[in-house]
């Protein structure tokens, strides 16, 4: 399903799928995708329980929306393929950036090995020297 949204696409045939869950007798699941600029929606479909009809939706997520849905429909193995092991010292976040920028932190991952981790602290320790 394609749709667009707020001025932005959302199709589940270019998108990574993550996750699904079903709920109820299999009438209504929901899948968690990601878009290849790192934006999450869900994809819906089946029988909507409210209206009794059946059809499809597209829902935008914010990272920390899809944290949490992840958090509660997908097990453990599958949430930290998607956002990584859970440290119980450590806290998540979520923000958003310009493509270019996010293009030049997957080039230092991939040349230079480092992790979104690495690239953040170093950014937080050069304005601490400021």
């Known amino acids: 399903m394609k749709k667009i949204i707020n001025g932005k696409r959302y199709d589940t045939k270019t998108a ?4 699904s869950y079903q ?9 968690l995708y990601r878009k290849k600029t790192g934006e999450f929606f869900l994809f819906g479909e089946g029988e909507a329980s409210s209206s009794g009809g059946s059809g499809e939706e597209i829902t935008p997520l914010r990272s920390d929306e899809a944290s949490e ?9 599958e949430y930290e393929k ?13 923000t958003w950036i310009k493509i270019s920028i996010k293009e030049r932190a997957d080039k230092l991952r991939e040349t230079k090995g480092y992790t979104i981790k690495d690239i953040v602290l170093a950014g937080v320790e050069t304005l601490e020297a400021k």
């Open 69 to 77: 849905w992840a958090k509660k429909y997908l097990d453990g193995e």
């Open 16 to 19: 990574e799928r993550l996750g």
């Open 82 to 94: 998607i956002f990584g092991e859970v440290k119980e010292d450590m806290a998540q976040i979520g």
């Open 23 to 31: 709920y109820g007798q299999n009438t209504w699941g929901k899948e």
